[in-house]
Nanobody, 126 residues
Framework: QVQLVESGGGLVQAGGSLRLSCAAS????????MGWFRQAPGKEREFAAG????????YYTDSVKGRFTISRDNAKSTVYLQMNSLKPEDTAVYYC???????????????????WGQGTQVTVSS
């Protein structure tokens, strides 16, 4: 069992930055691929970024490439999402998730993650 707790959300102006953190409980953090997903009002939850178990590979949806950076610290059982050059369309509830997907396509899929945090709101004003 893994429990995930996100923090770092808030209100920011367009062009600003936020850093999200997700702290995991348990001793098996390094055995999970970690992902950040987001869900805007009235829309389905979508993949934003993912990172492999040891952090050697990262994955991003096209809309955040070059602006968001995912990283992890296995010693602290924490995954981060640095978000720069934020846009109003980035407004959403952001969730971190832990799972064991095997391919790039699976890493970007909601269904391959077993554990989810409660979410943190990110609001970008124009």
């Amino acid at each position: 069992q893994v429990q995930l707790v996100e923090s770092g959300g808030g209100l920011v102006q367009a062009g600003g930055s936020l850093r999200l953190s997700c702290a995991a409980s348990g001793r098996t953090f390094s055995s999970y691929v970690m992902g950040w997903f987001r869900q805007a009002p009235g829309k389905e939850r979508e993949f934003a970024a993912g990172i492999s178990k040891i952090g050697s590979r990262t994955y991003y949806t096209d809309s955040v490439k070059g602006r968001f950076t995912i990283s992890r610290d296995n010693a602290k059982s924490t995954v981060y999402l640095q978000m720069n050059s934020l846009k109003p369309e980035d407004t959403a509830v952001y969730y971190c998730a832990a799972g064991r997907p095997l391919t790039t396509a699976q890493t970007m899929g909601v269904n391959w993650y077993d554990y989810w945090g409660q979410g943190t709101q990110v609001t970008v004003s124009s």
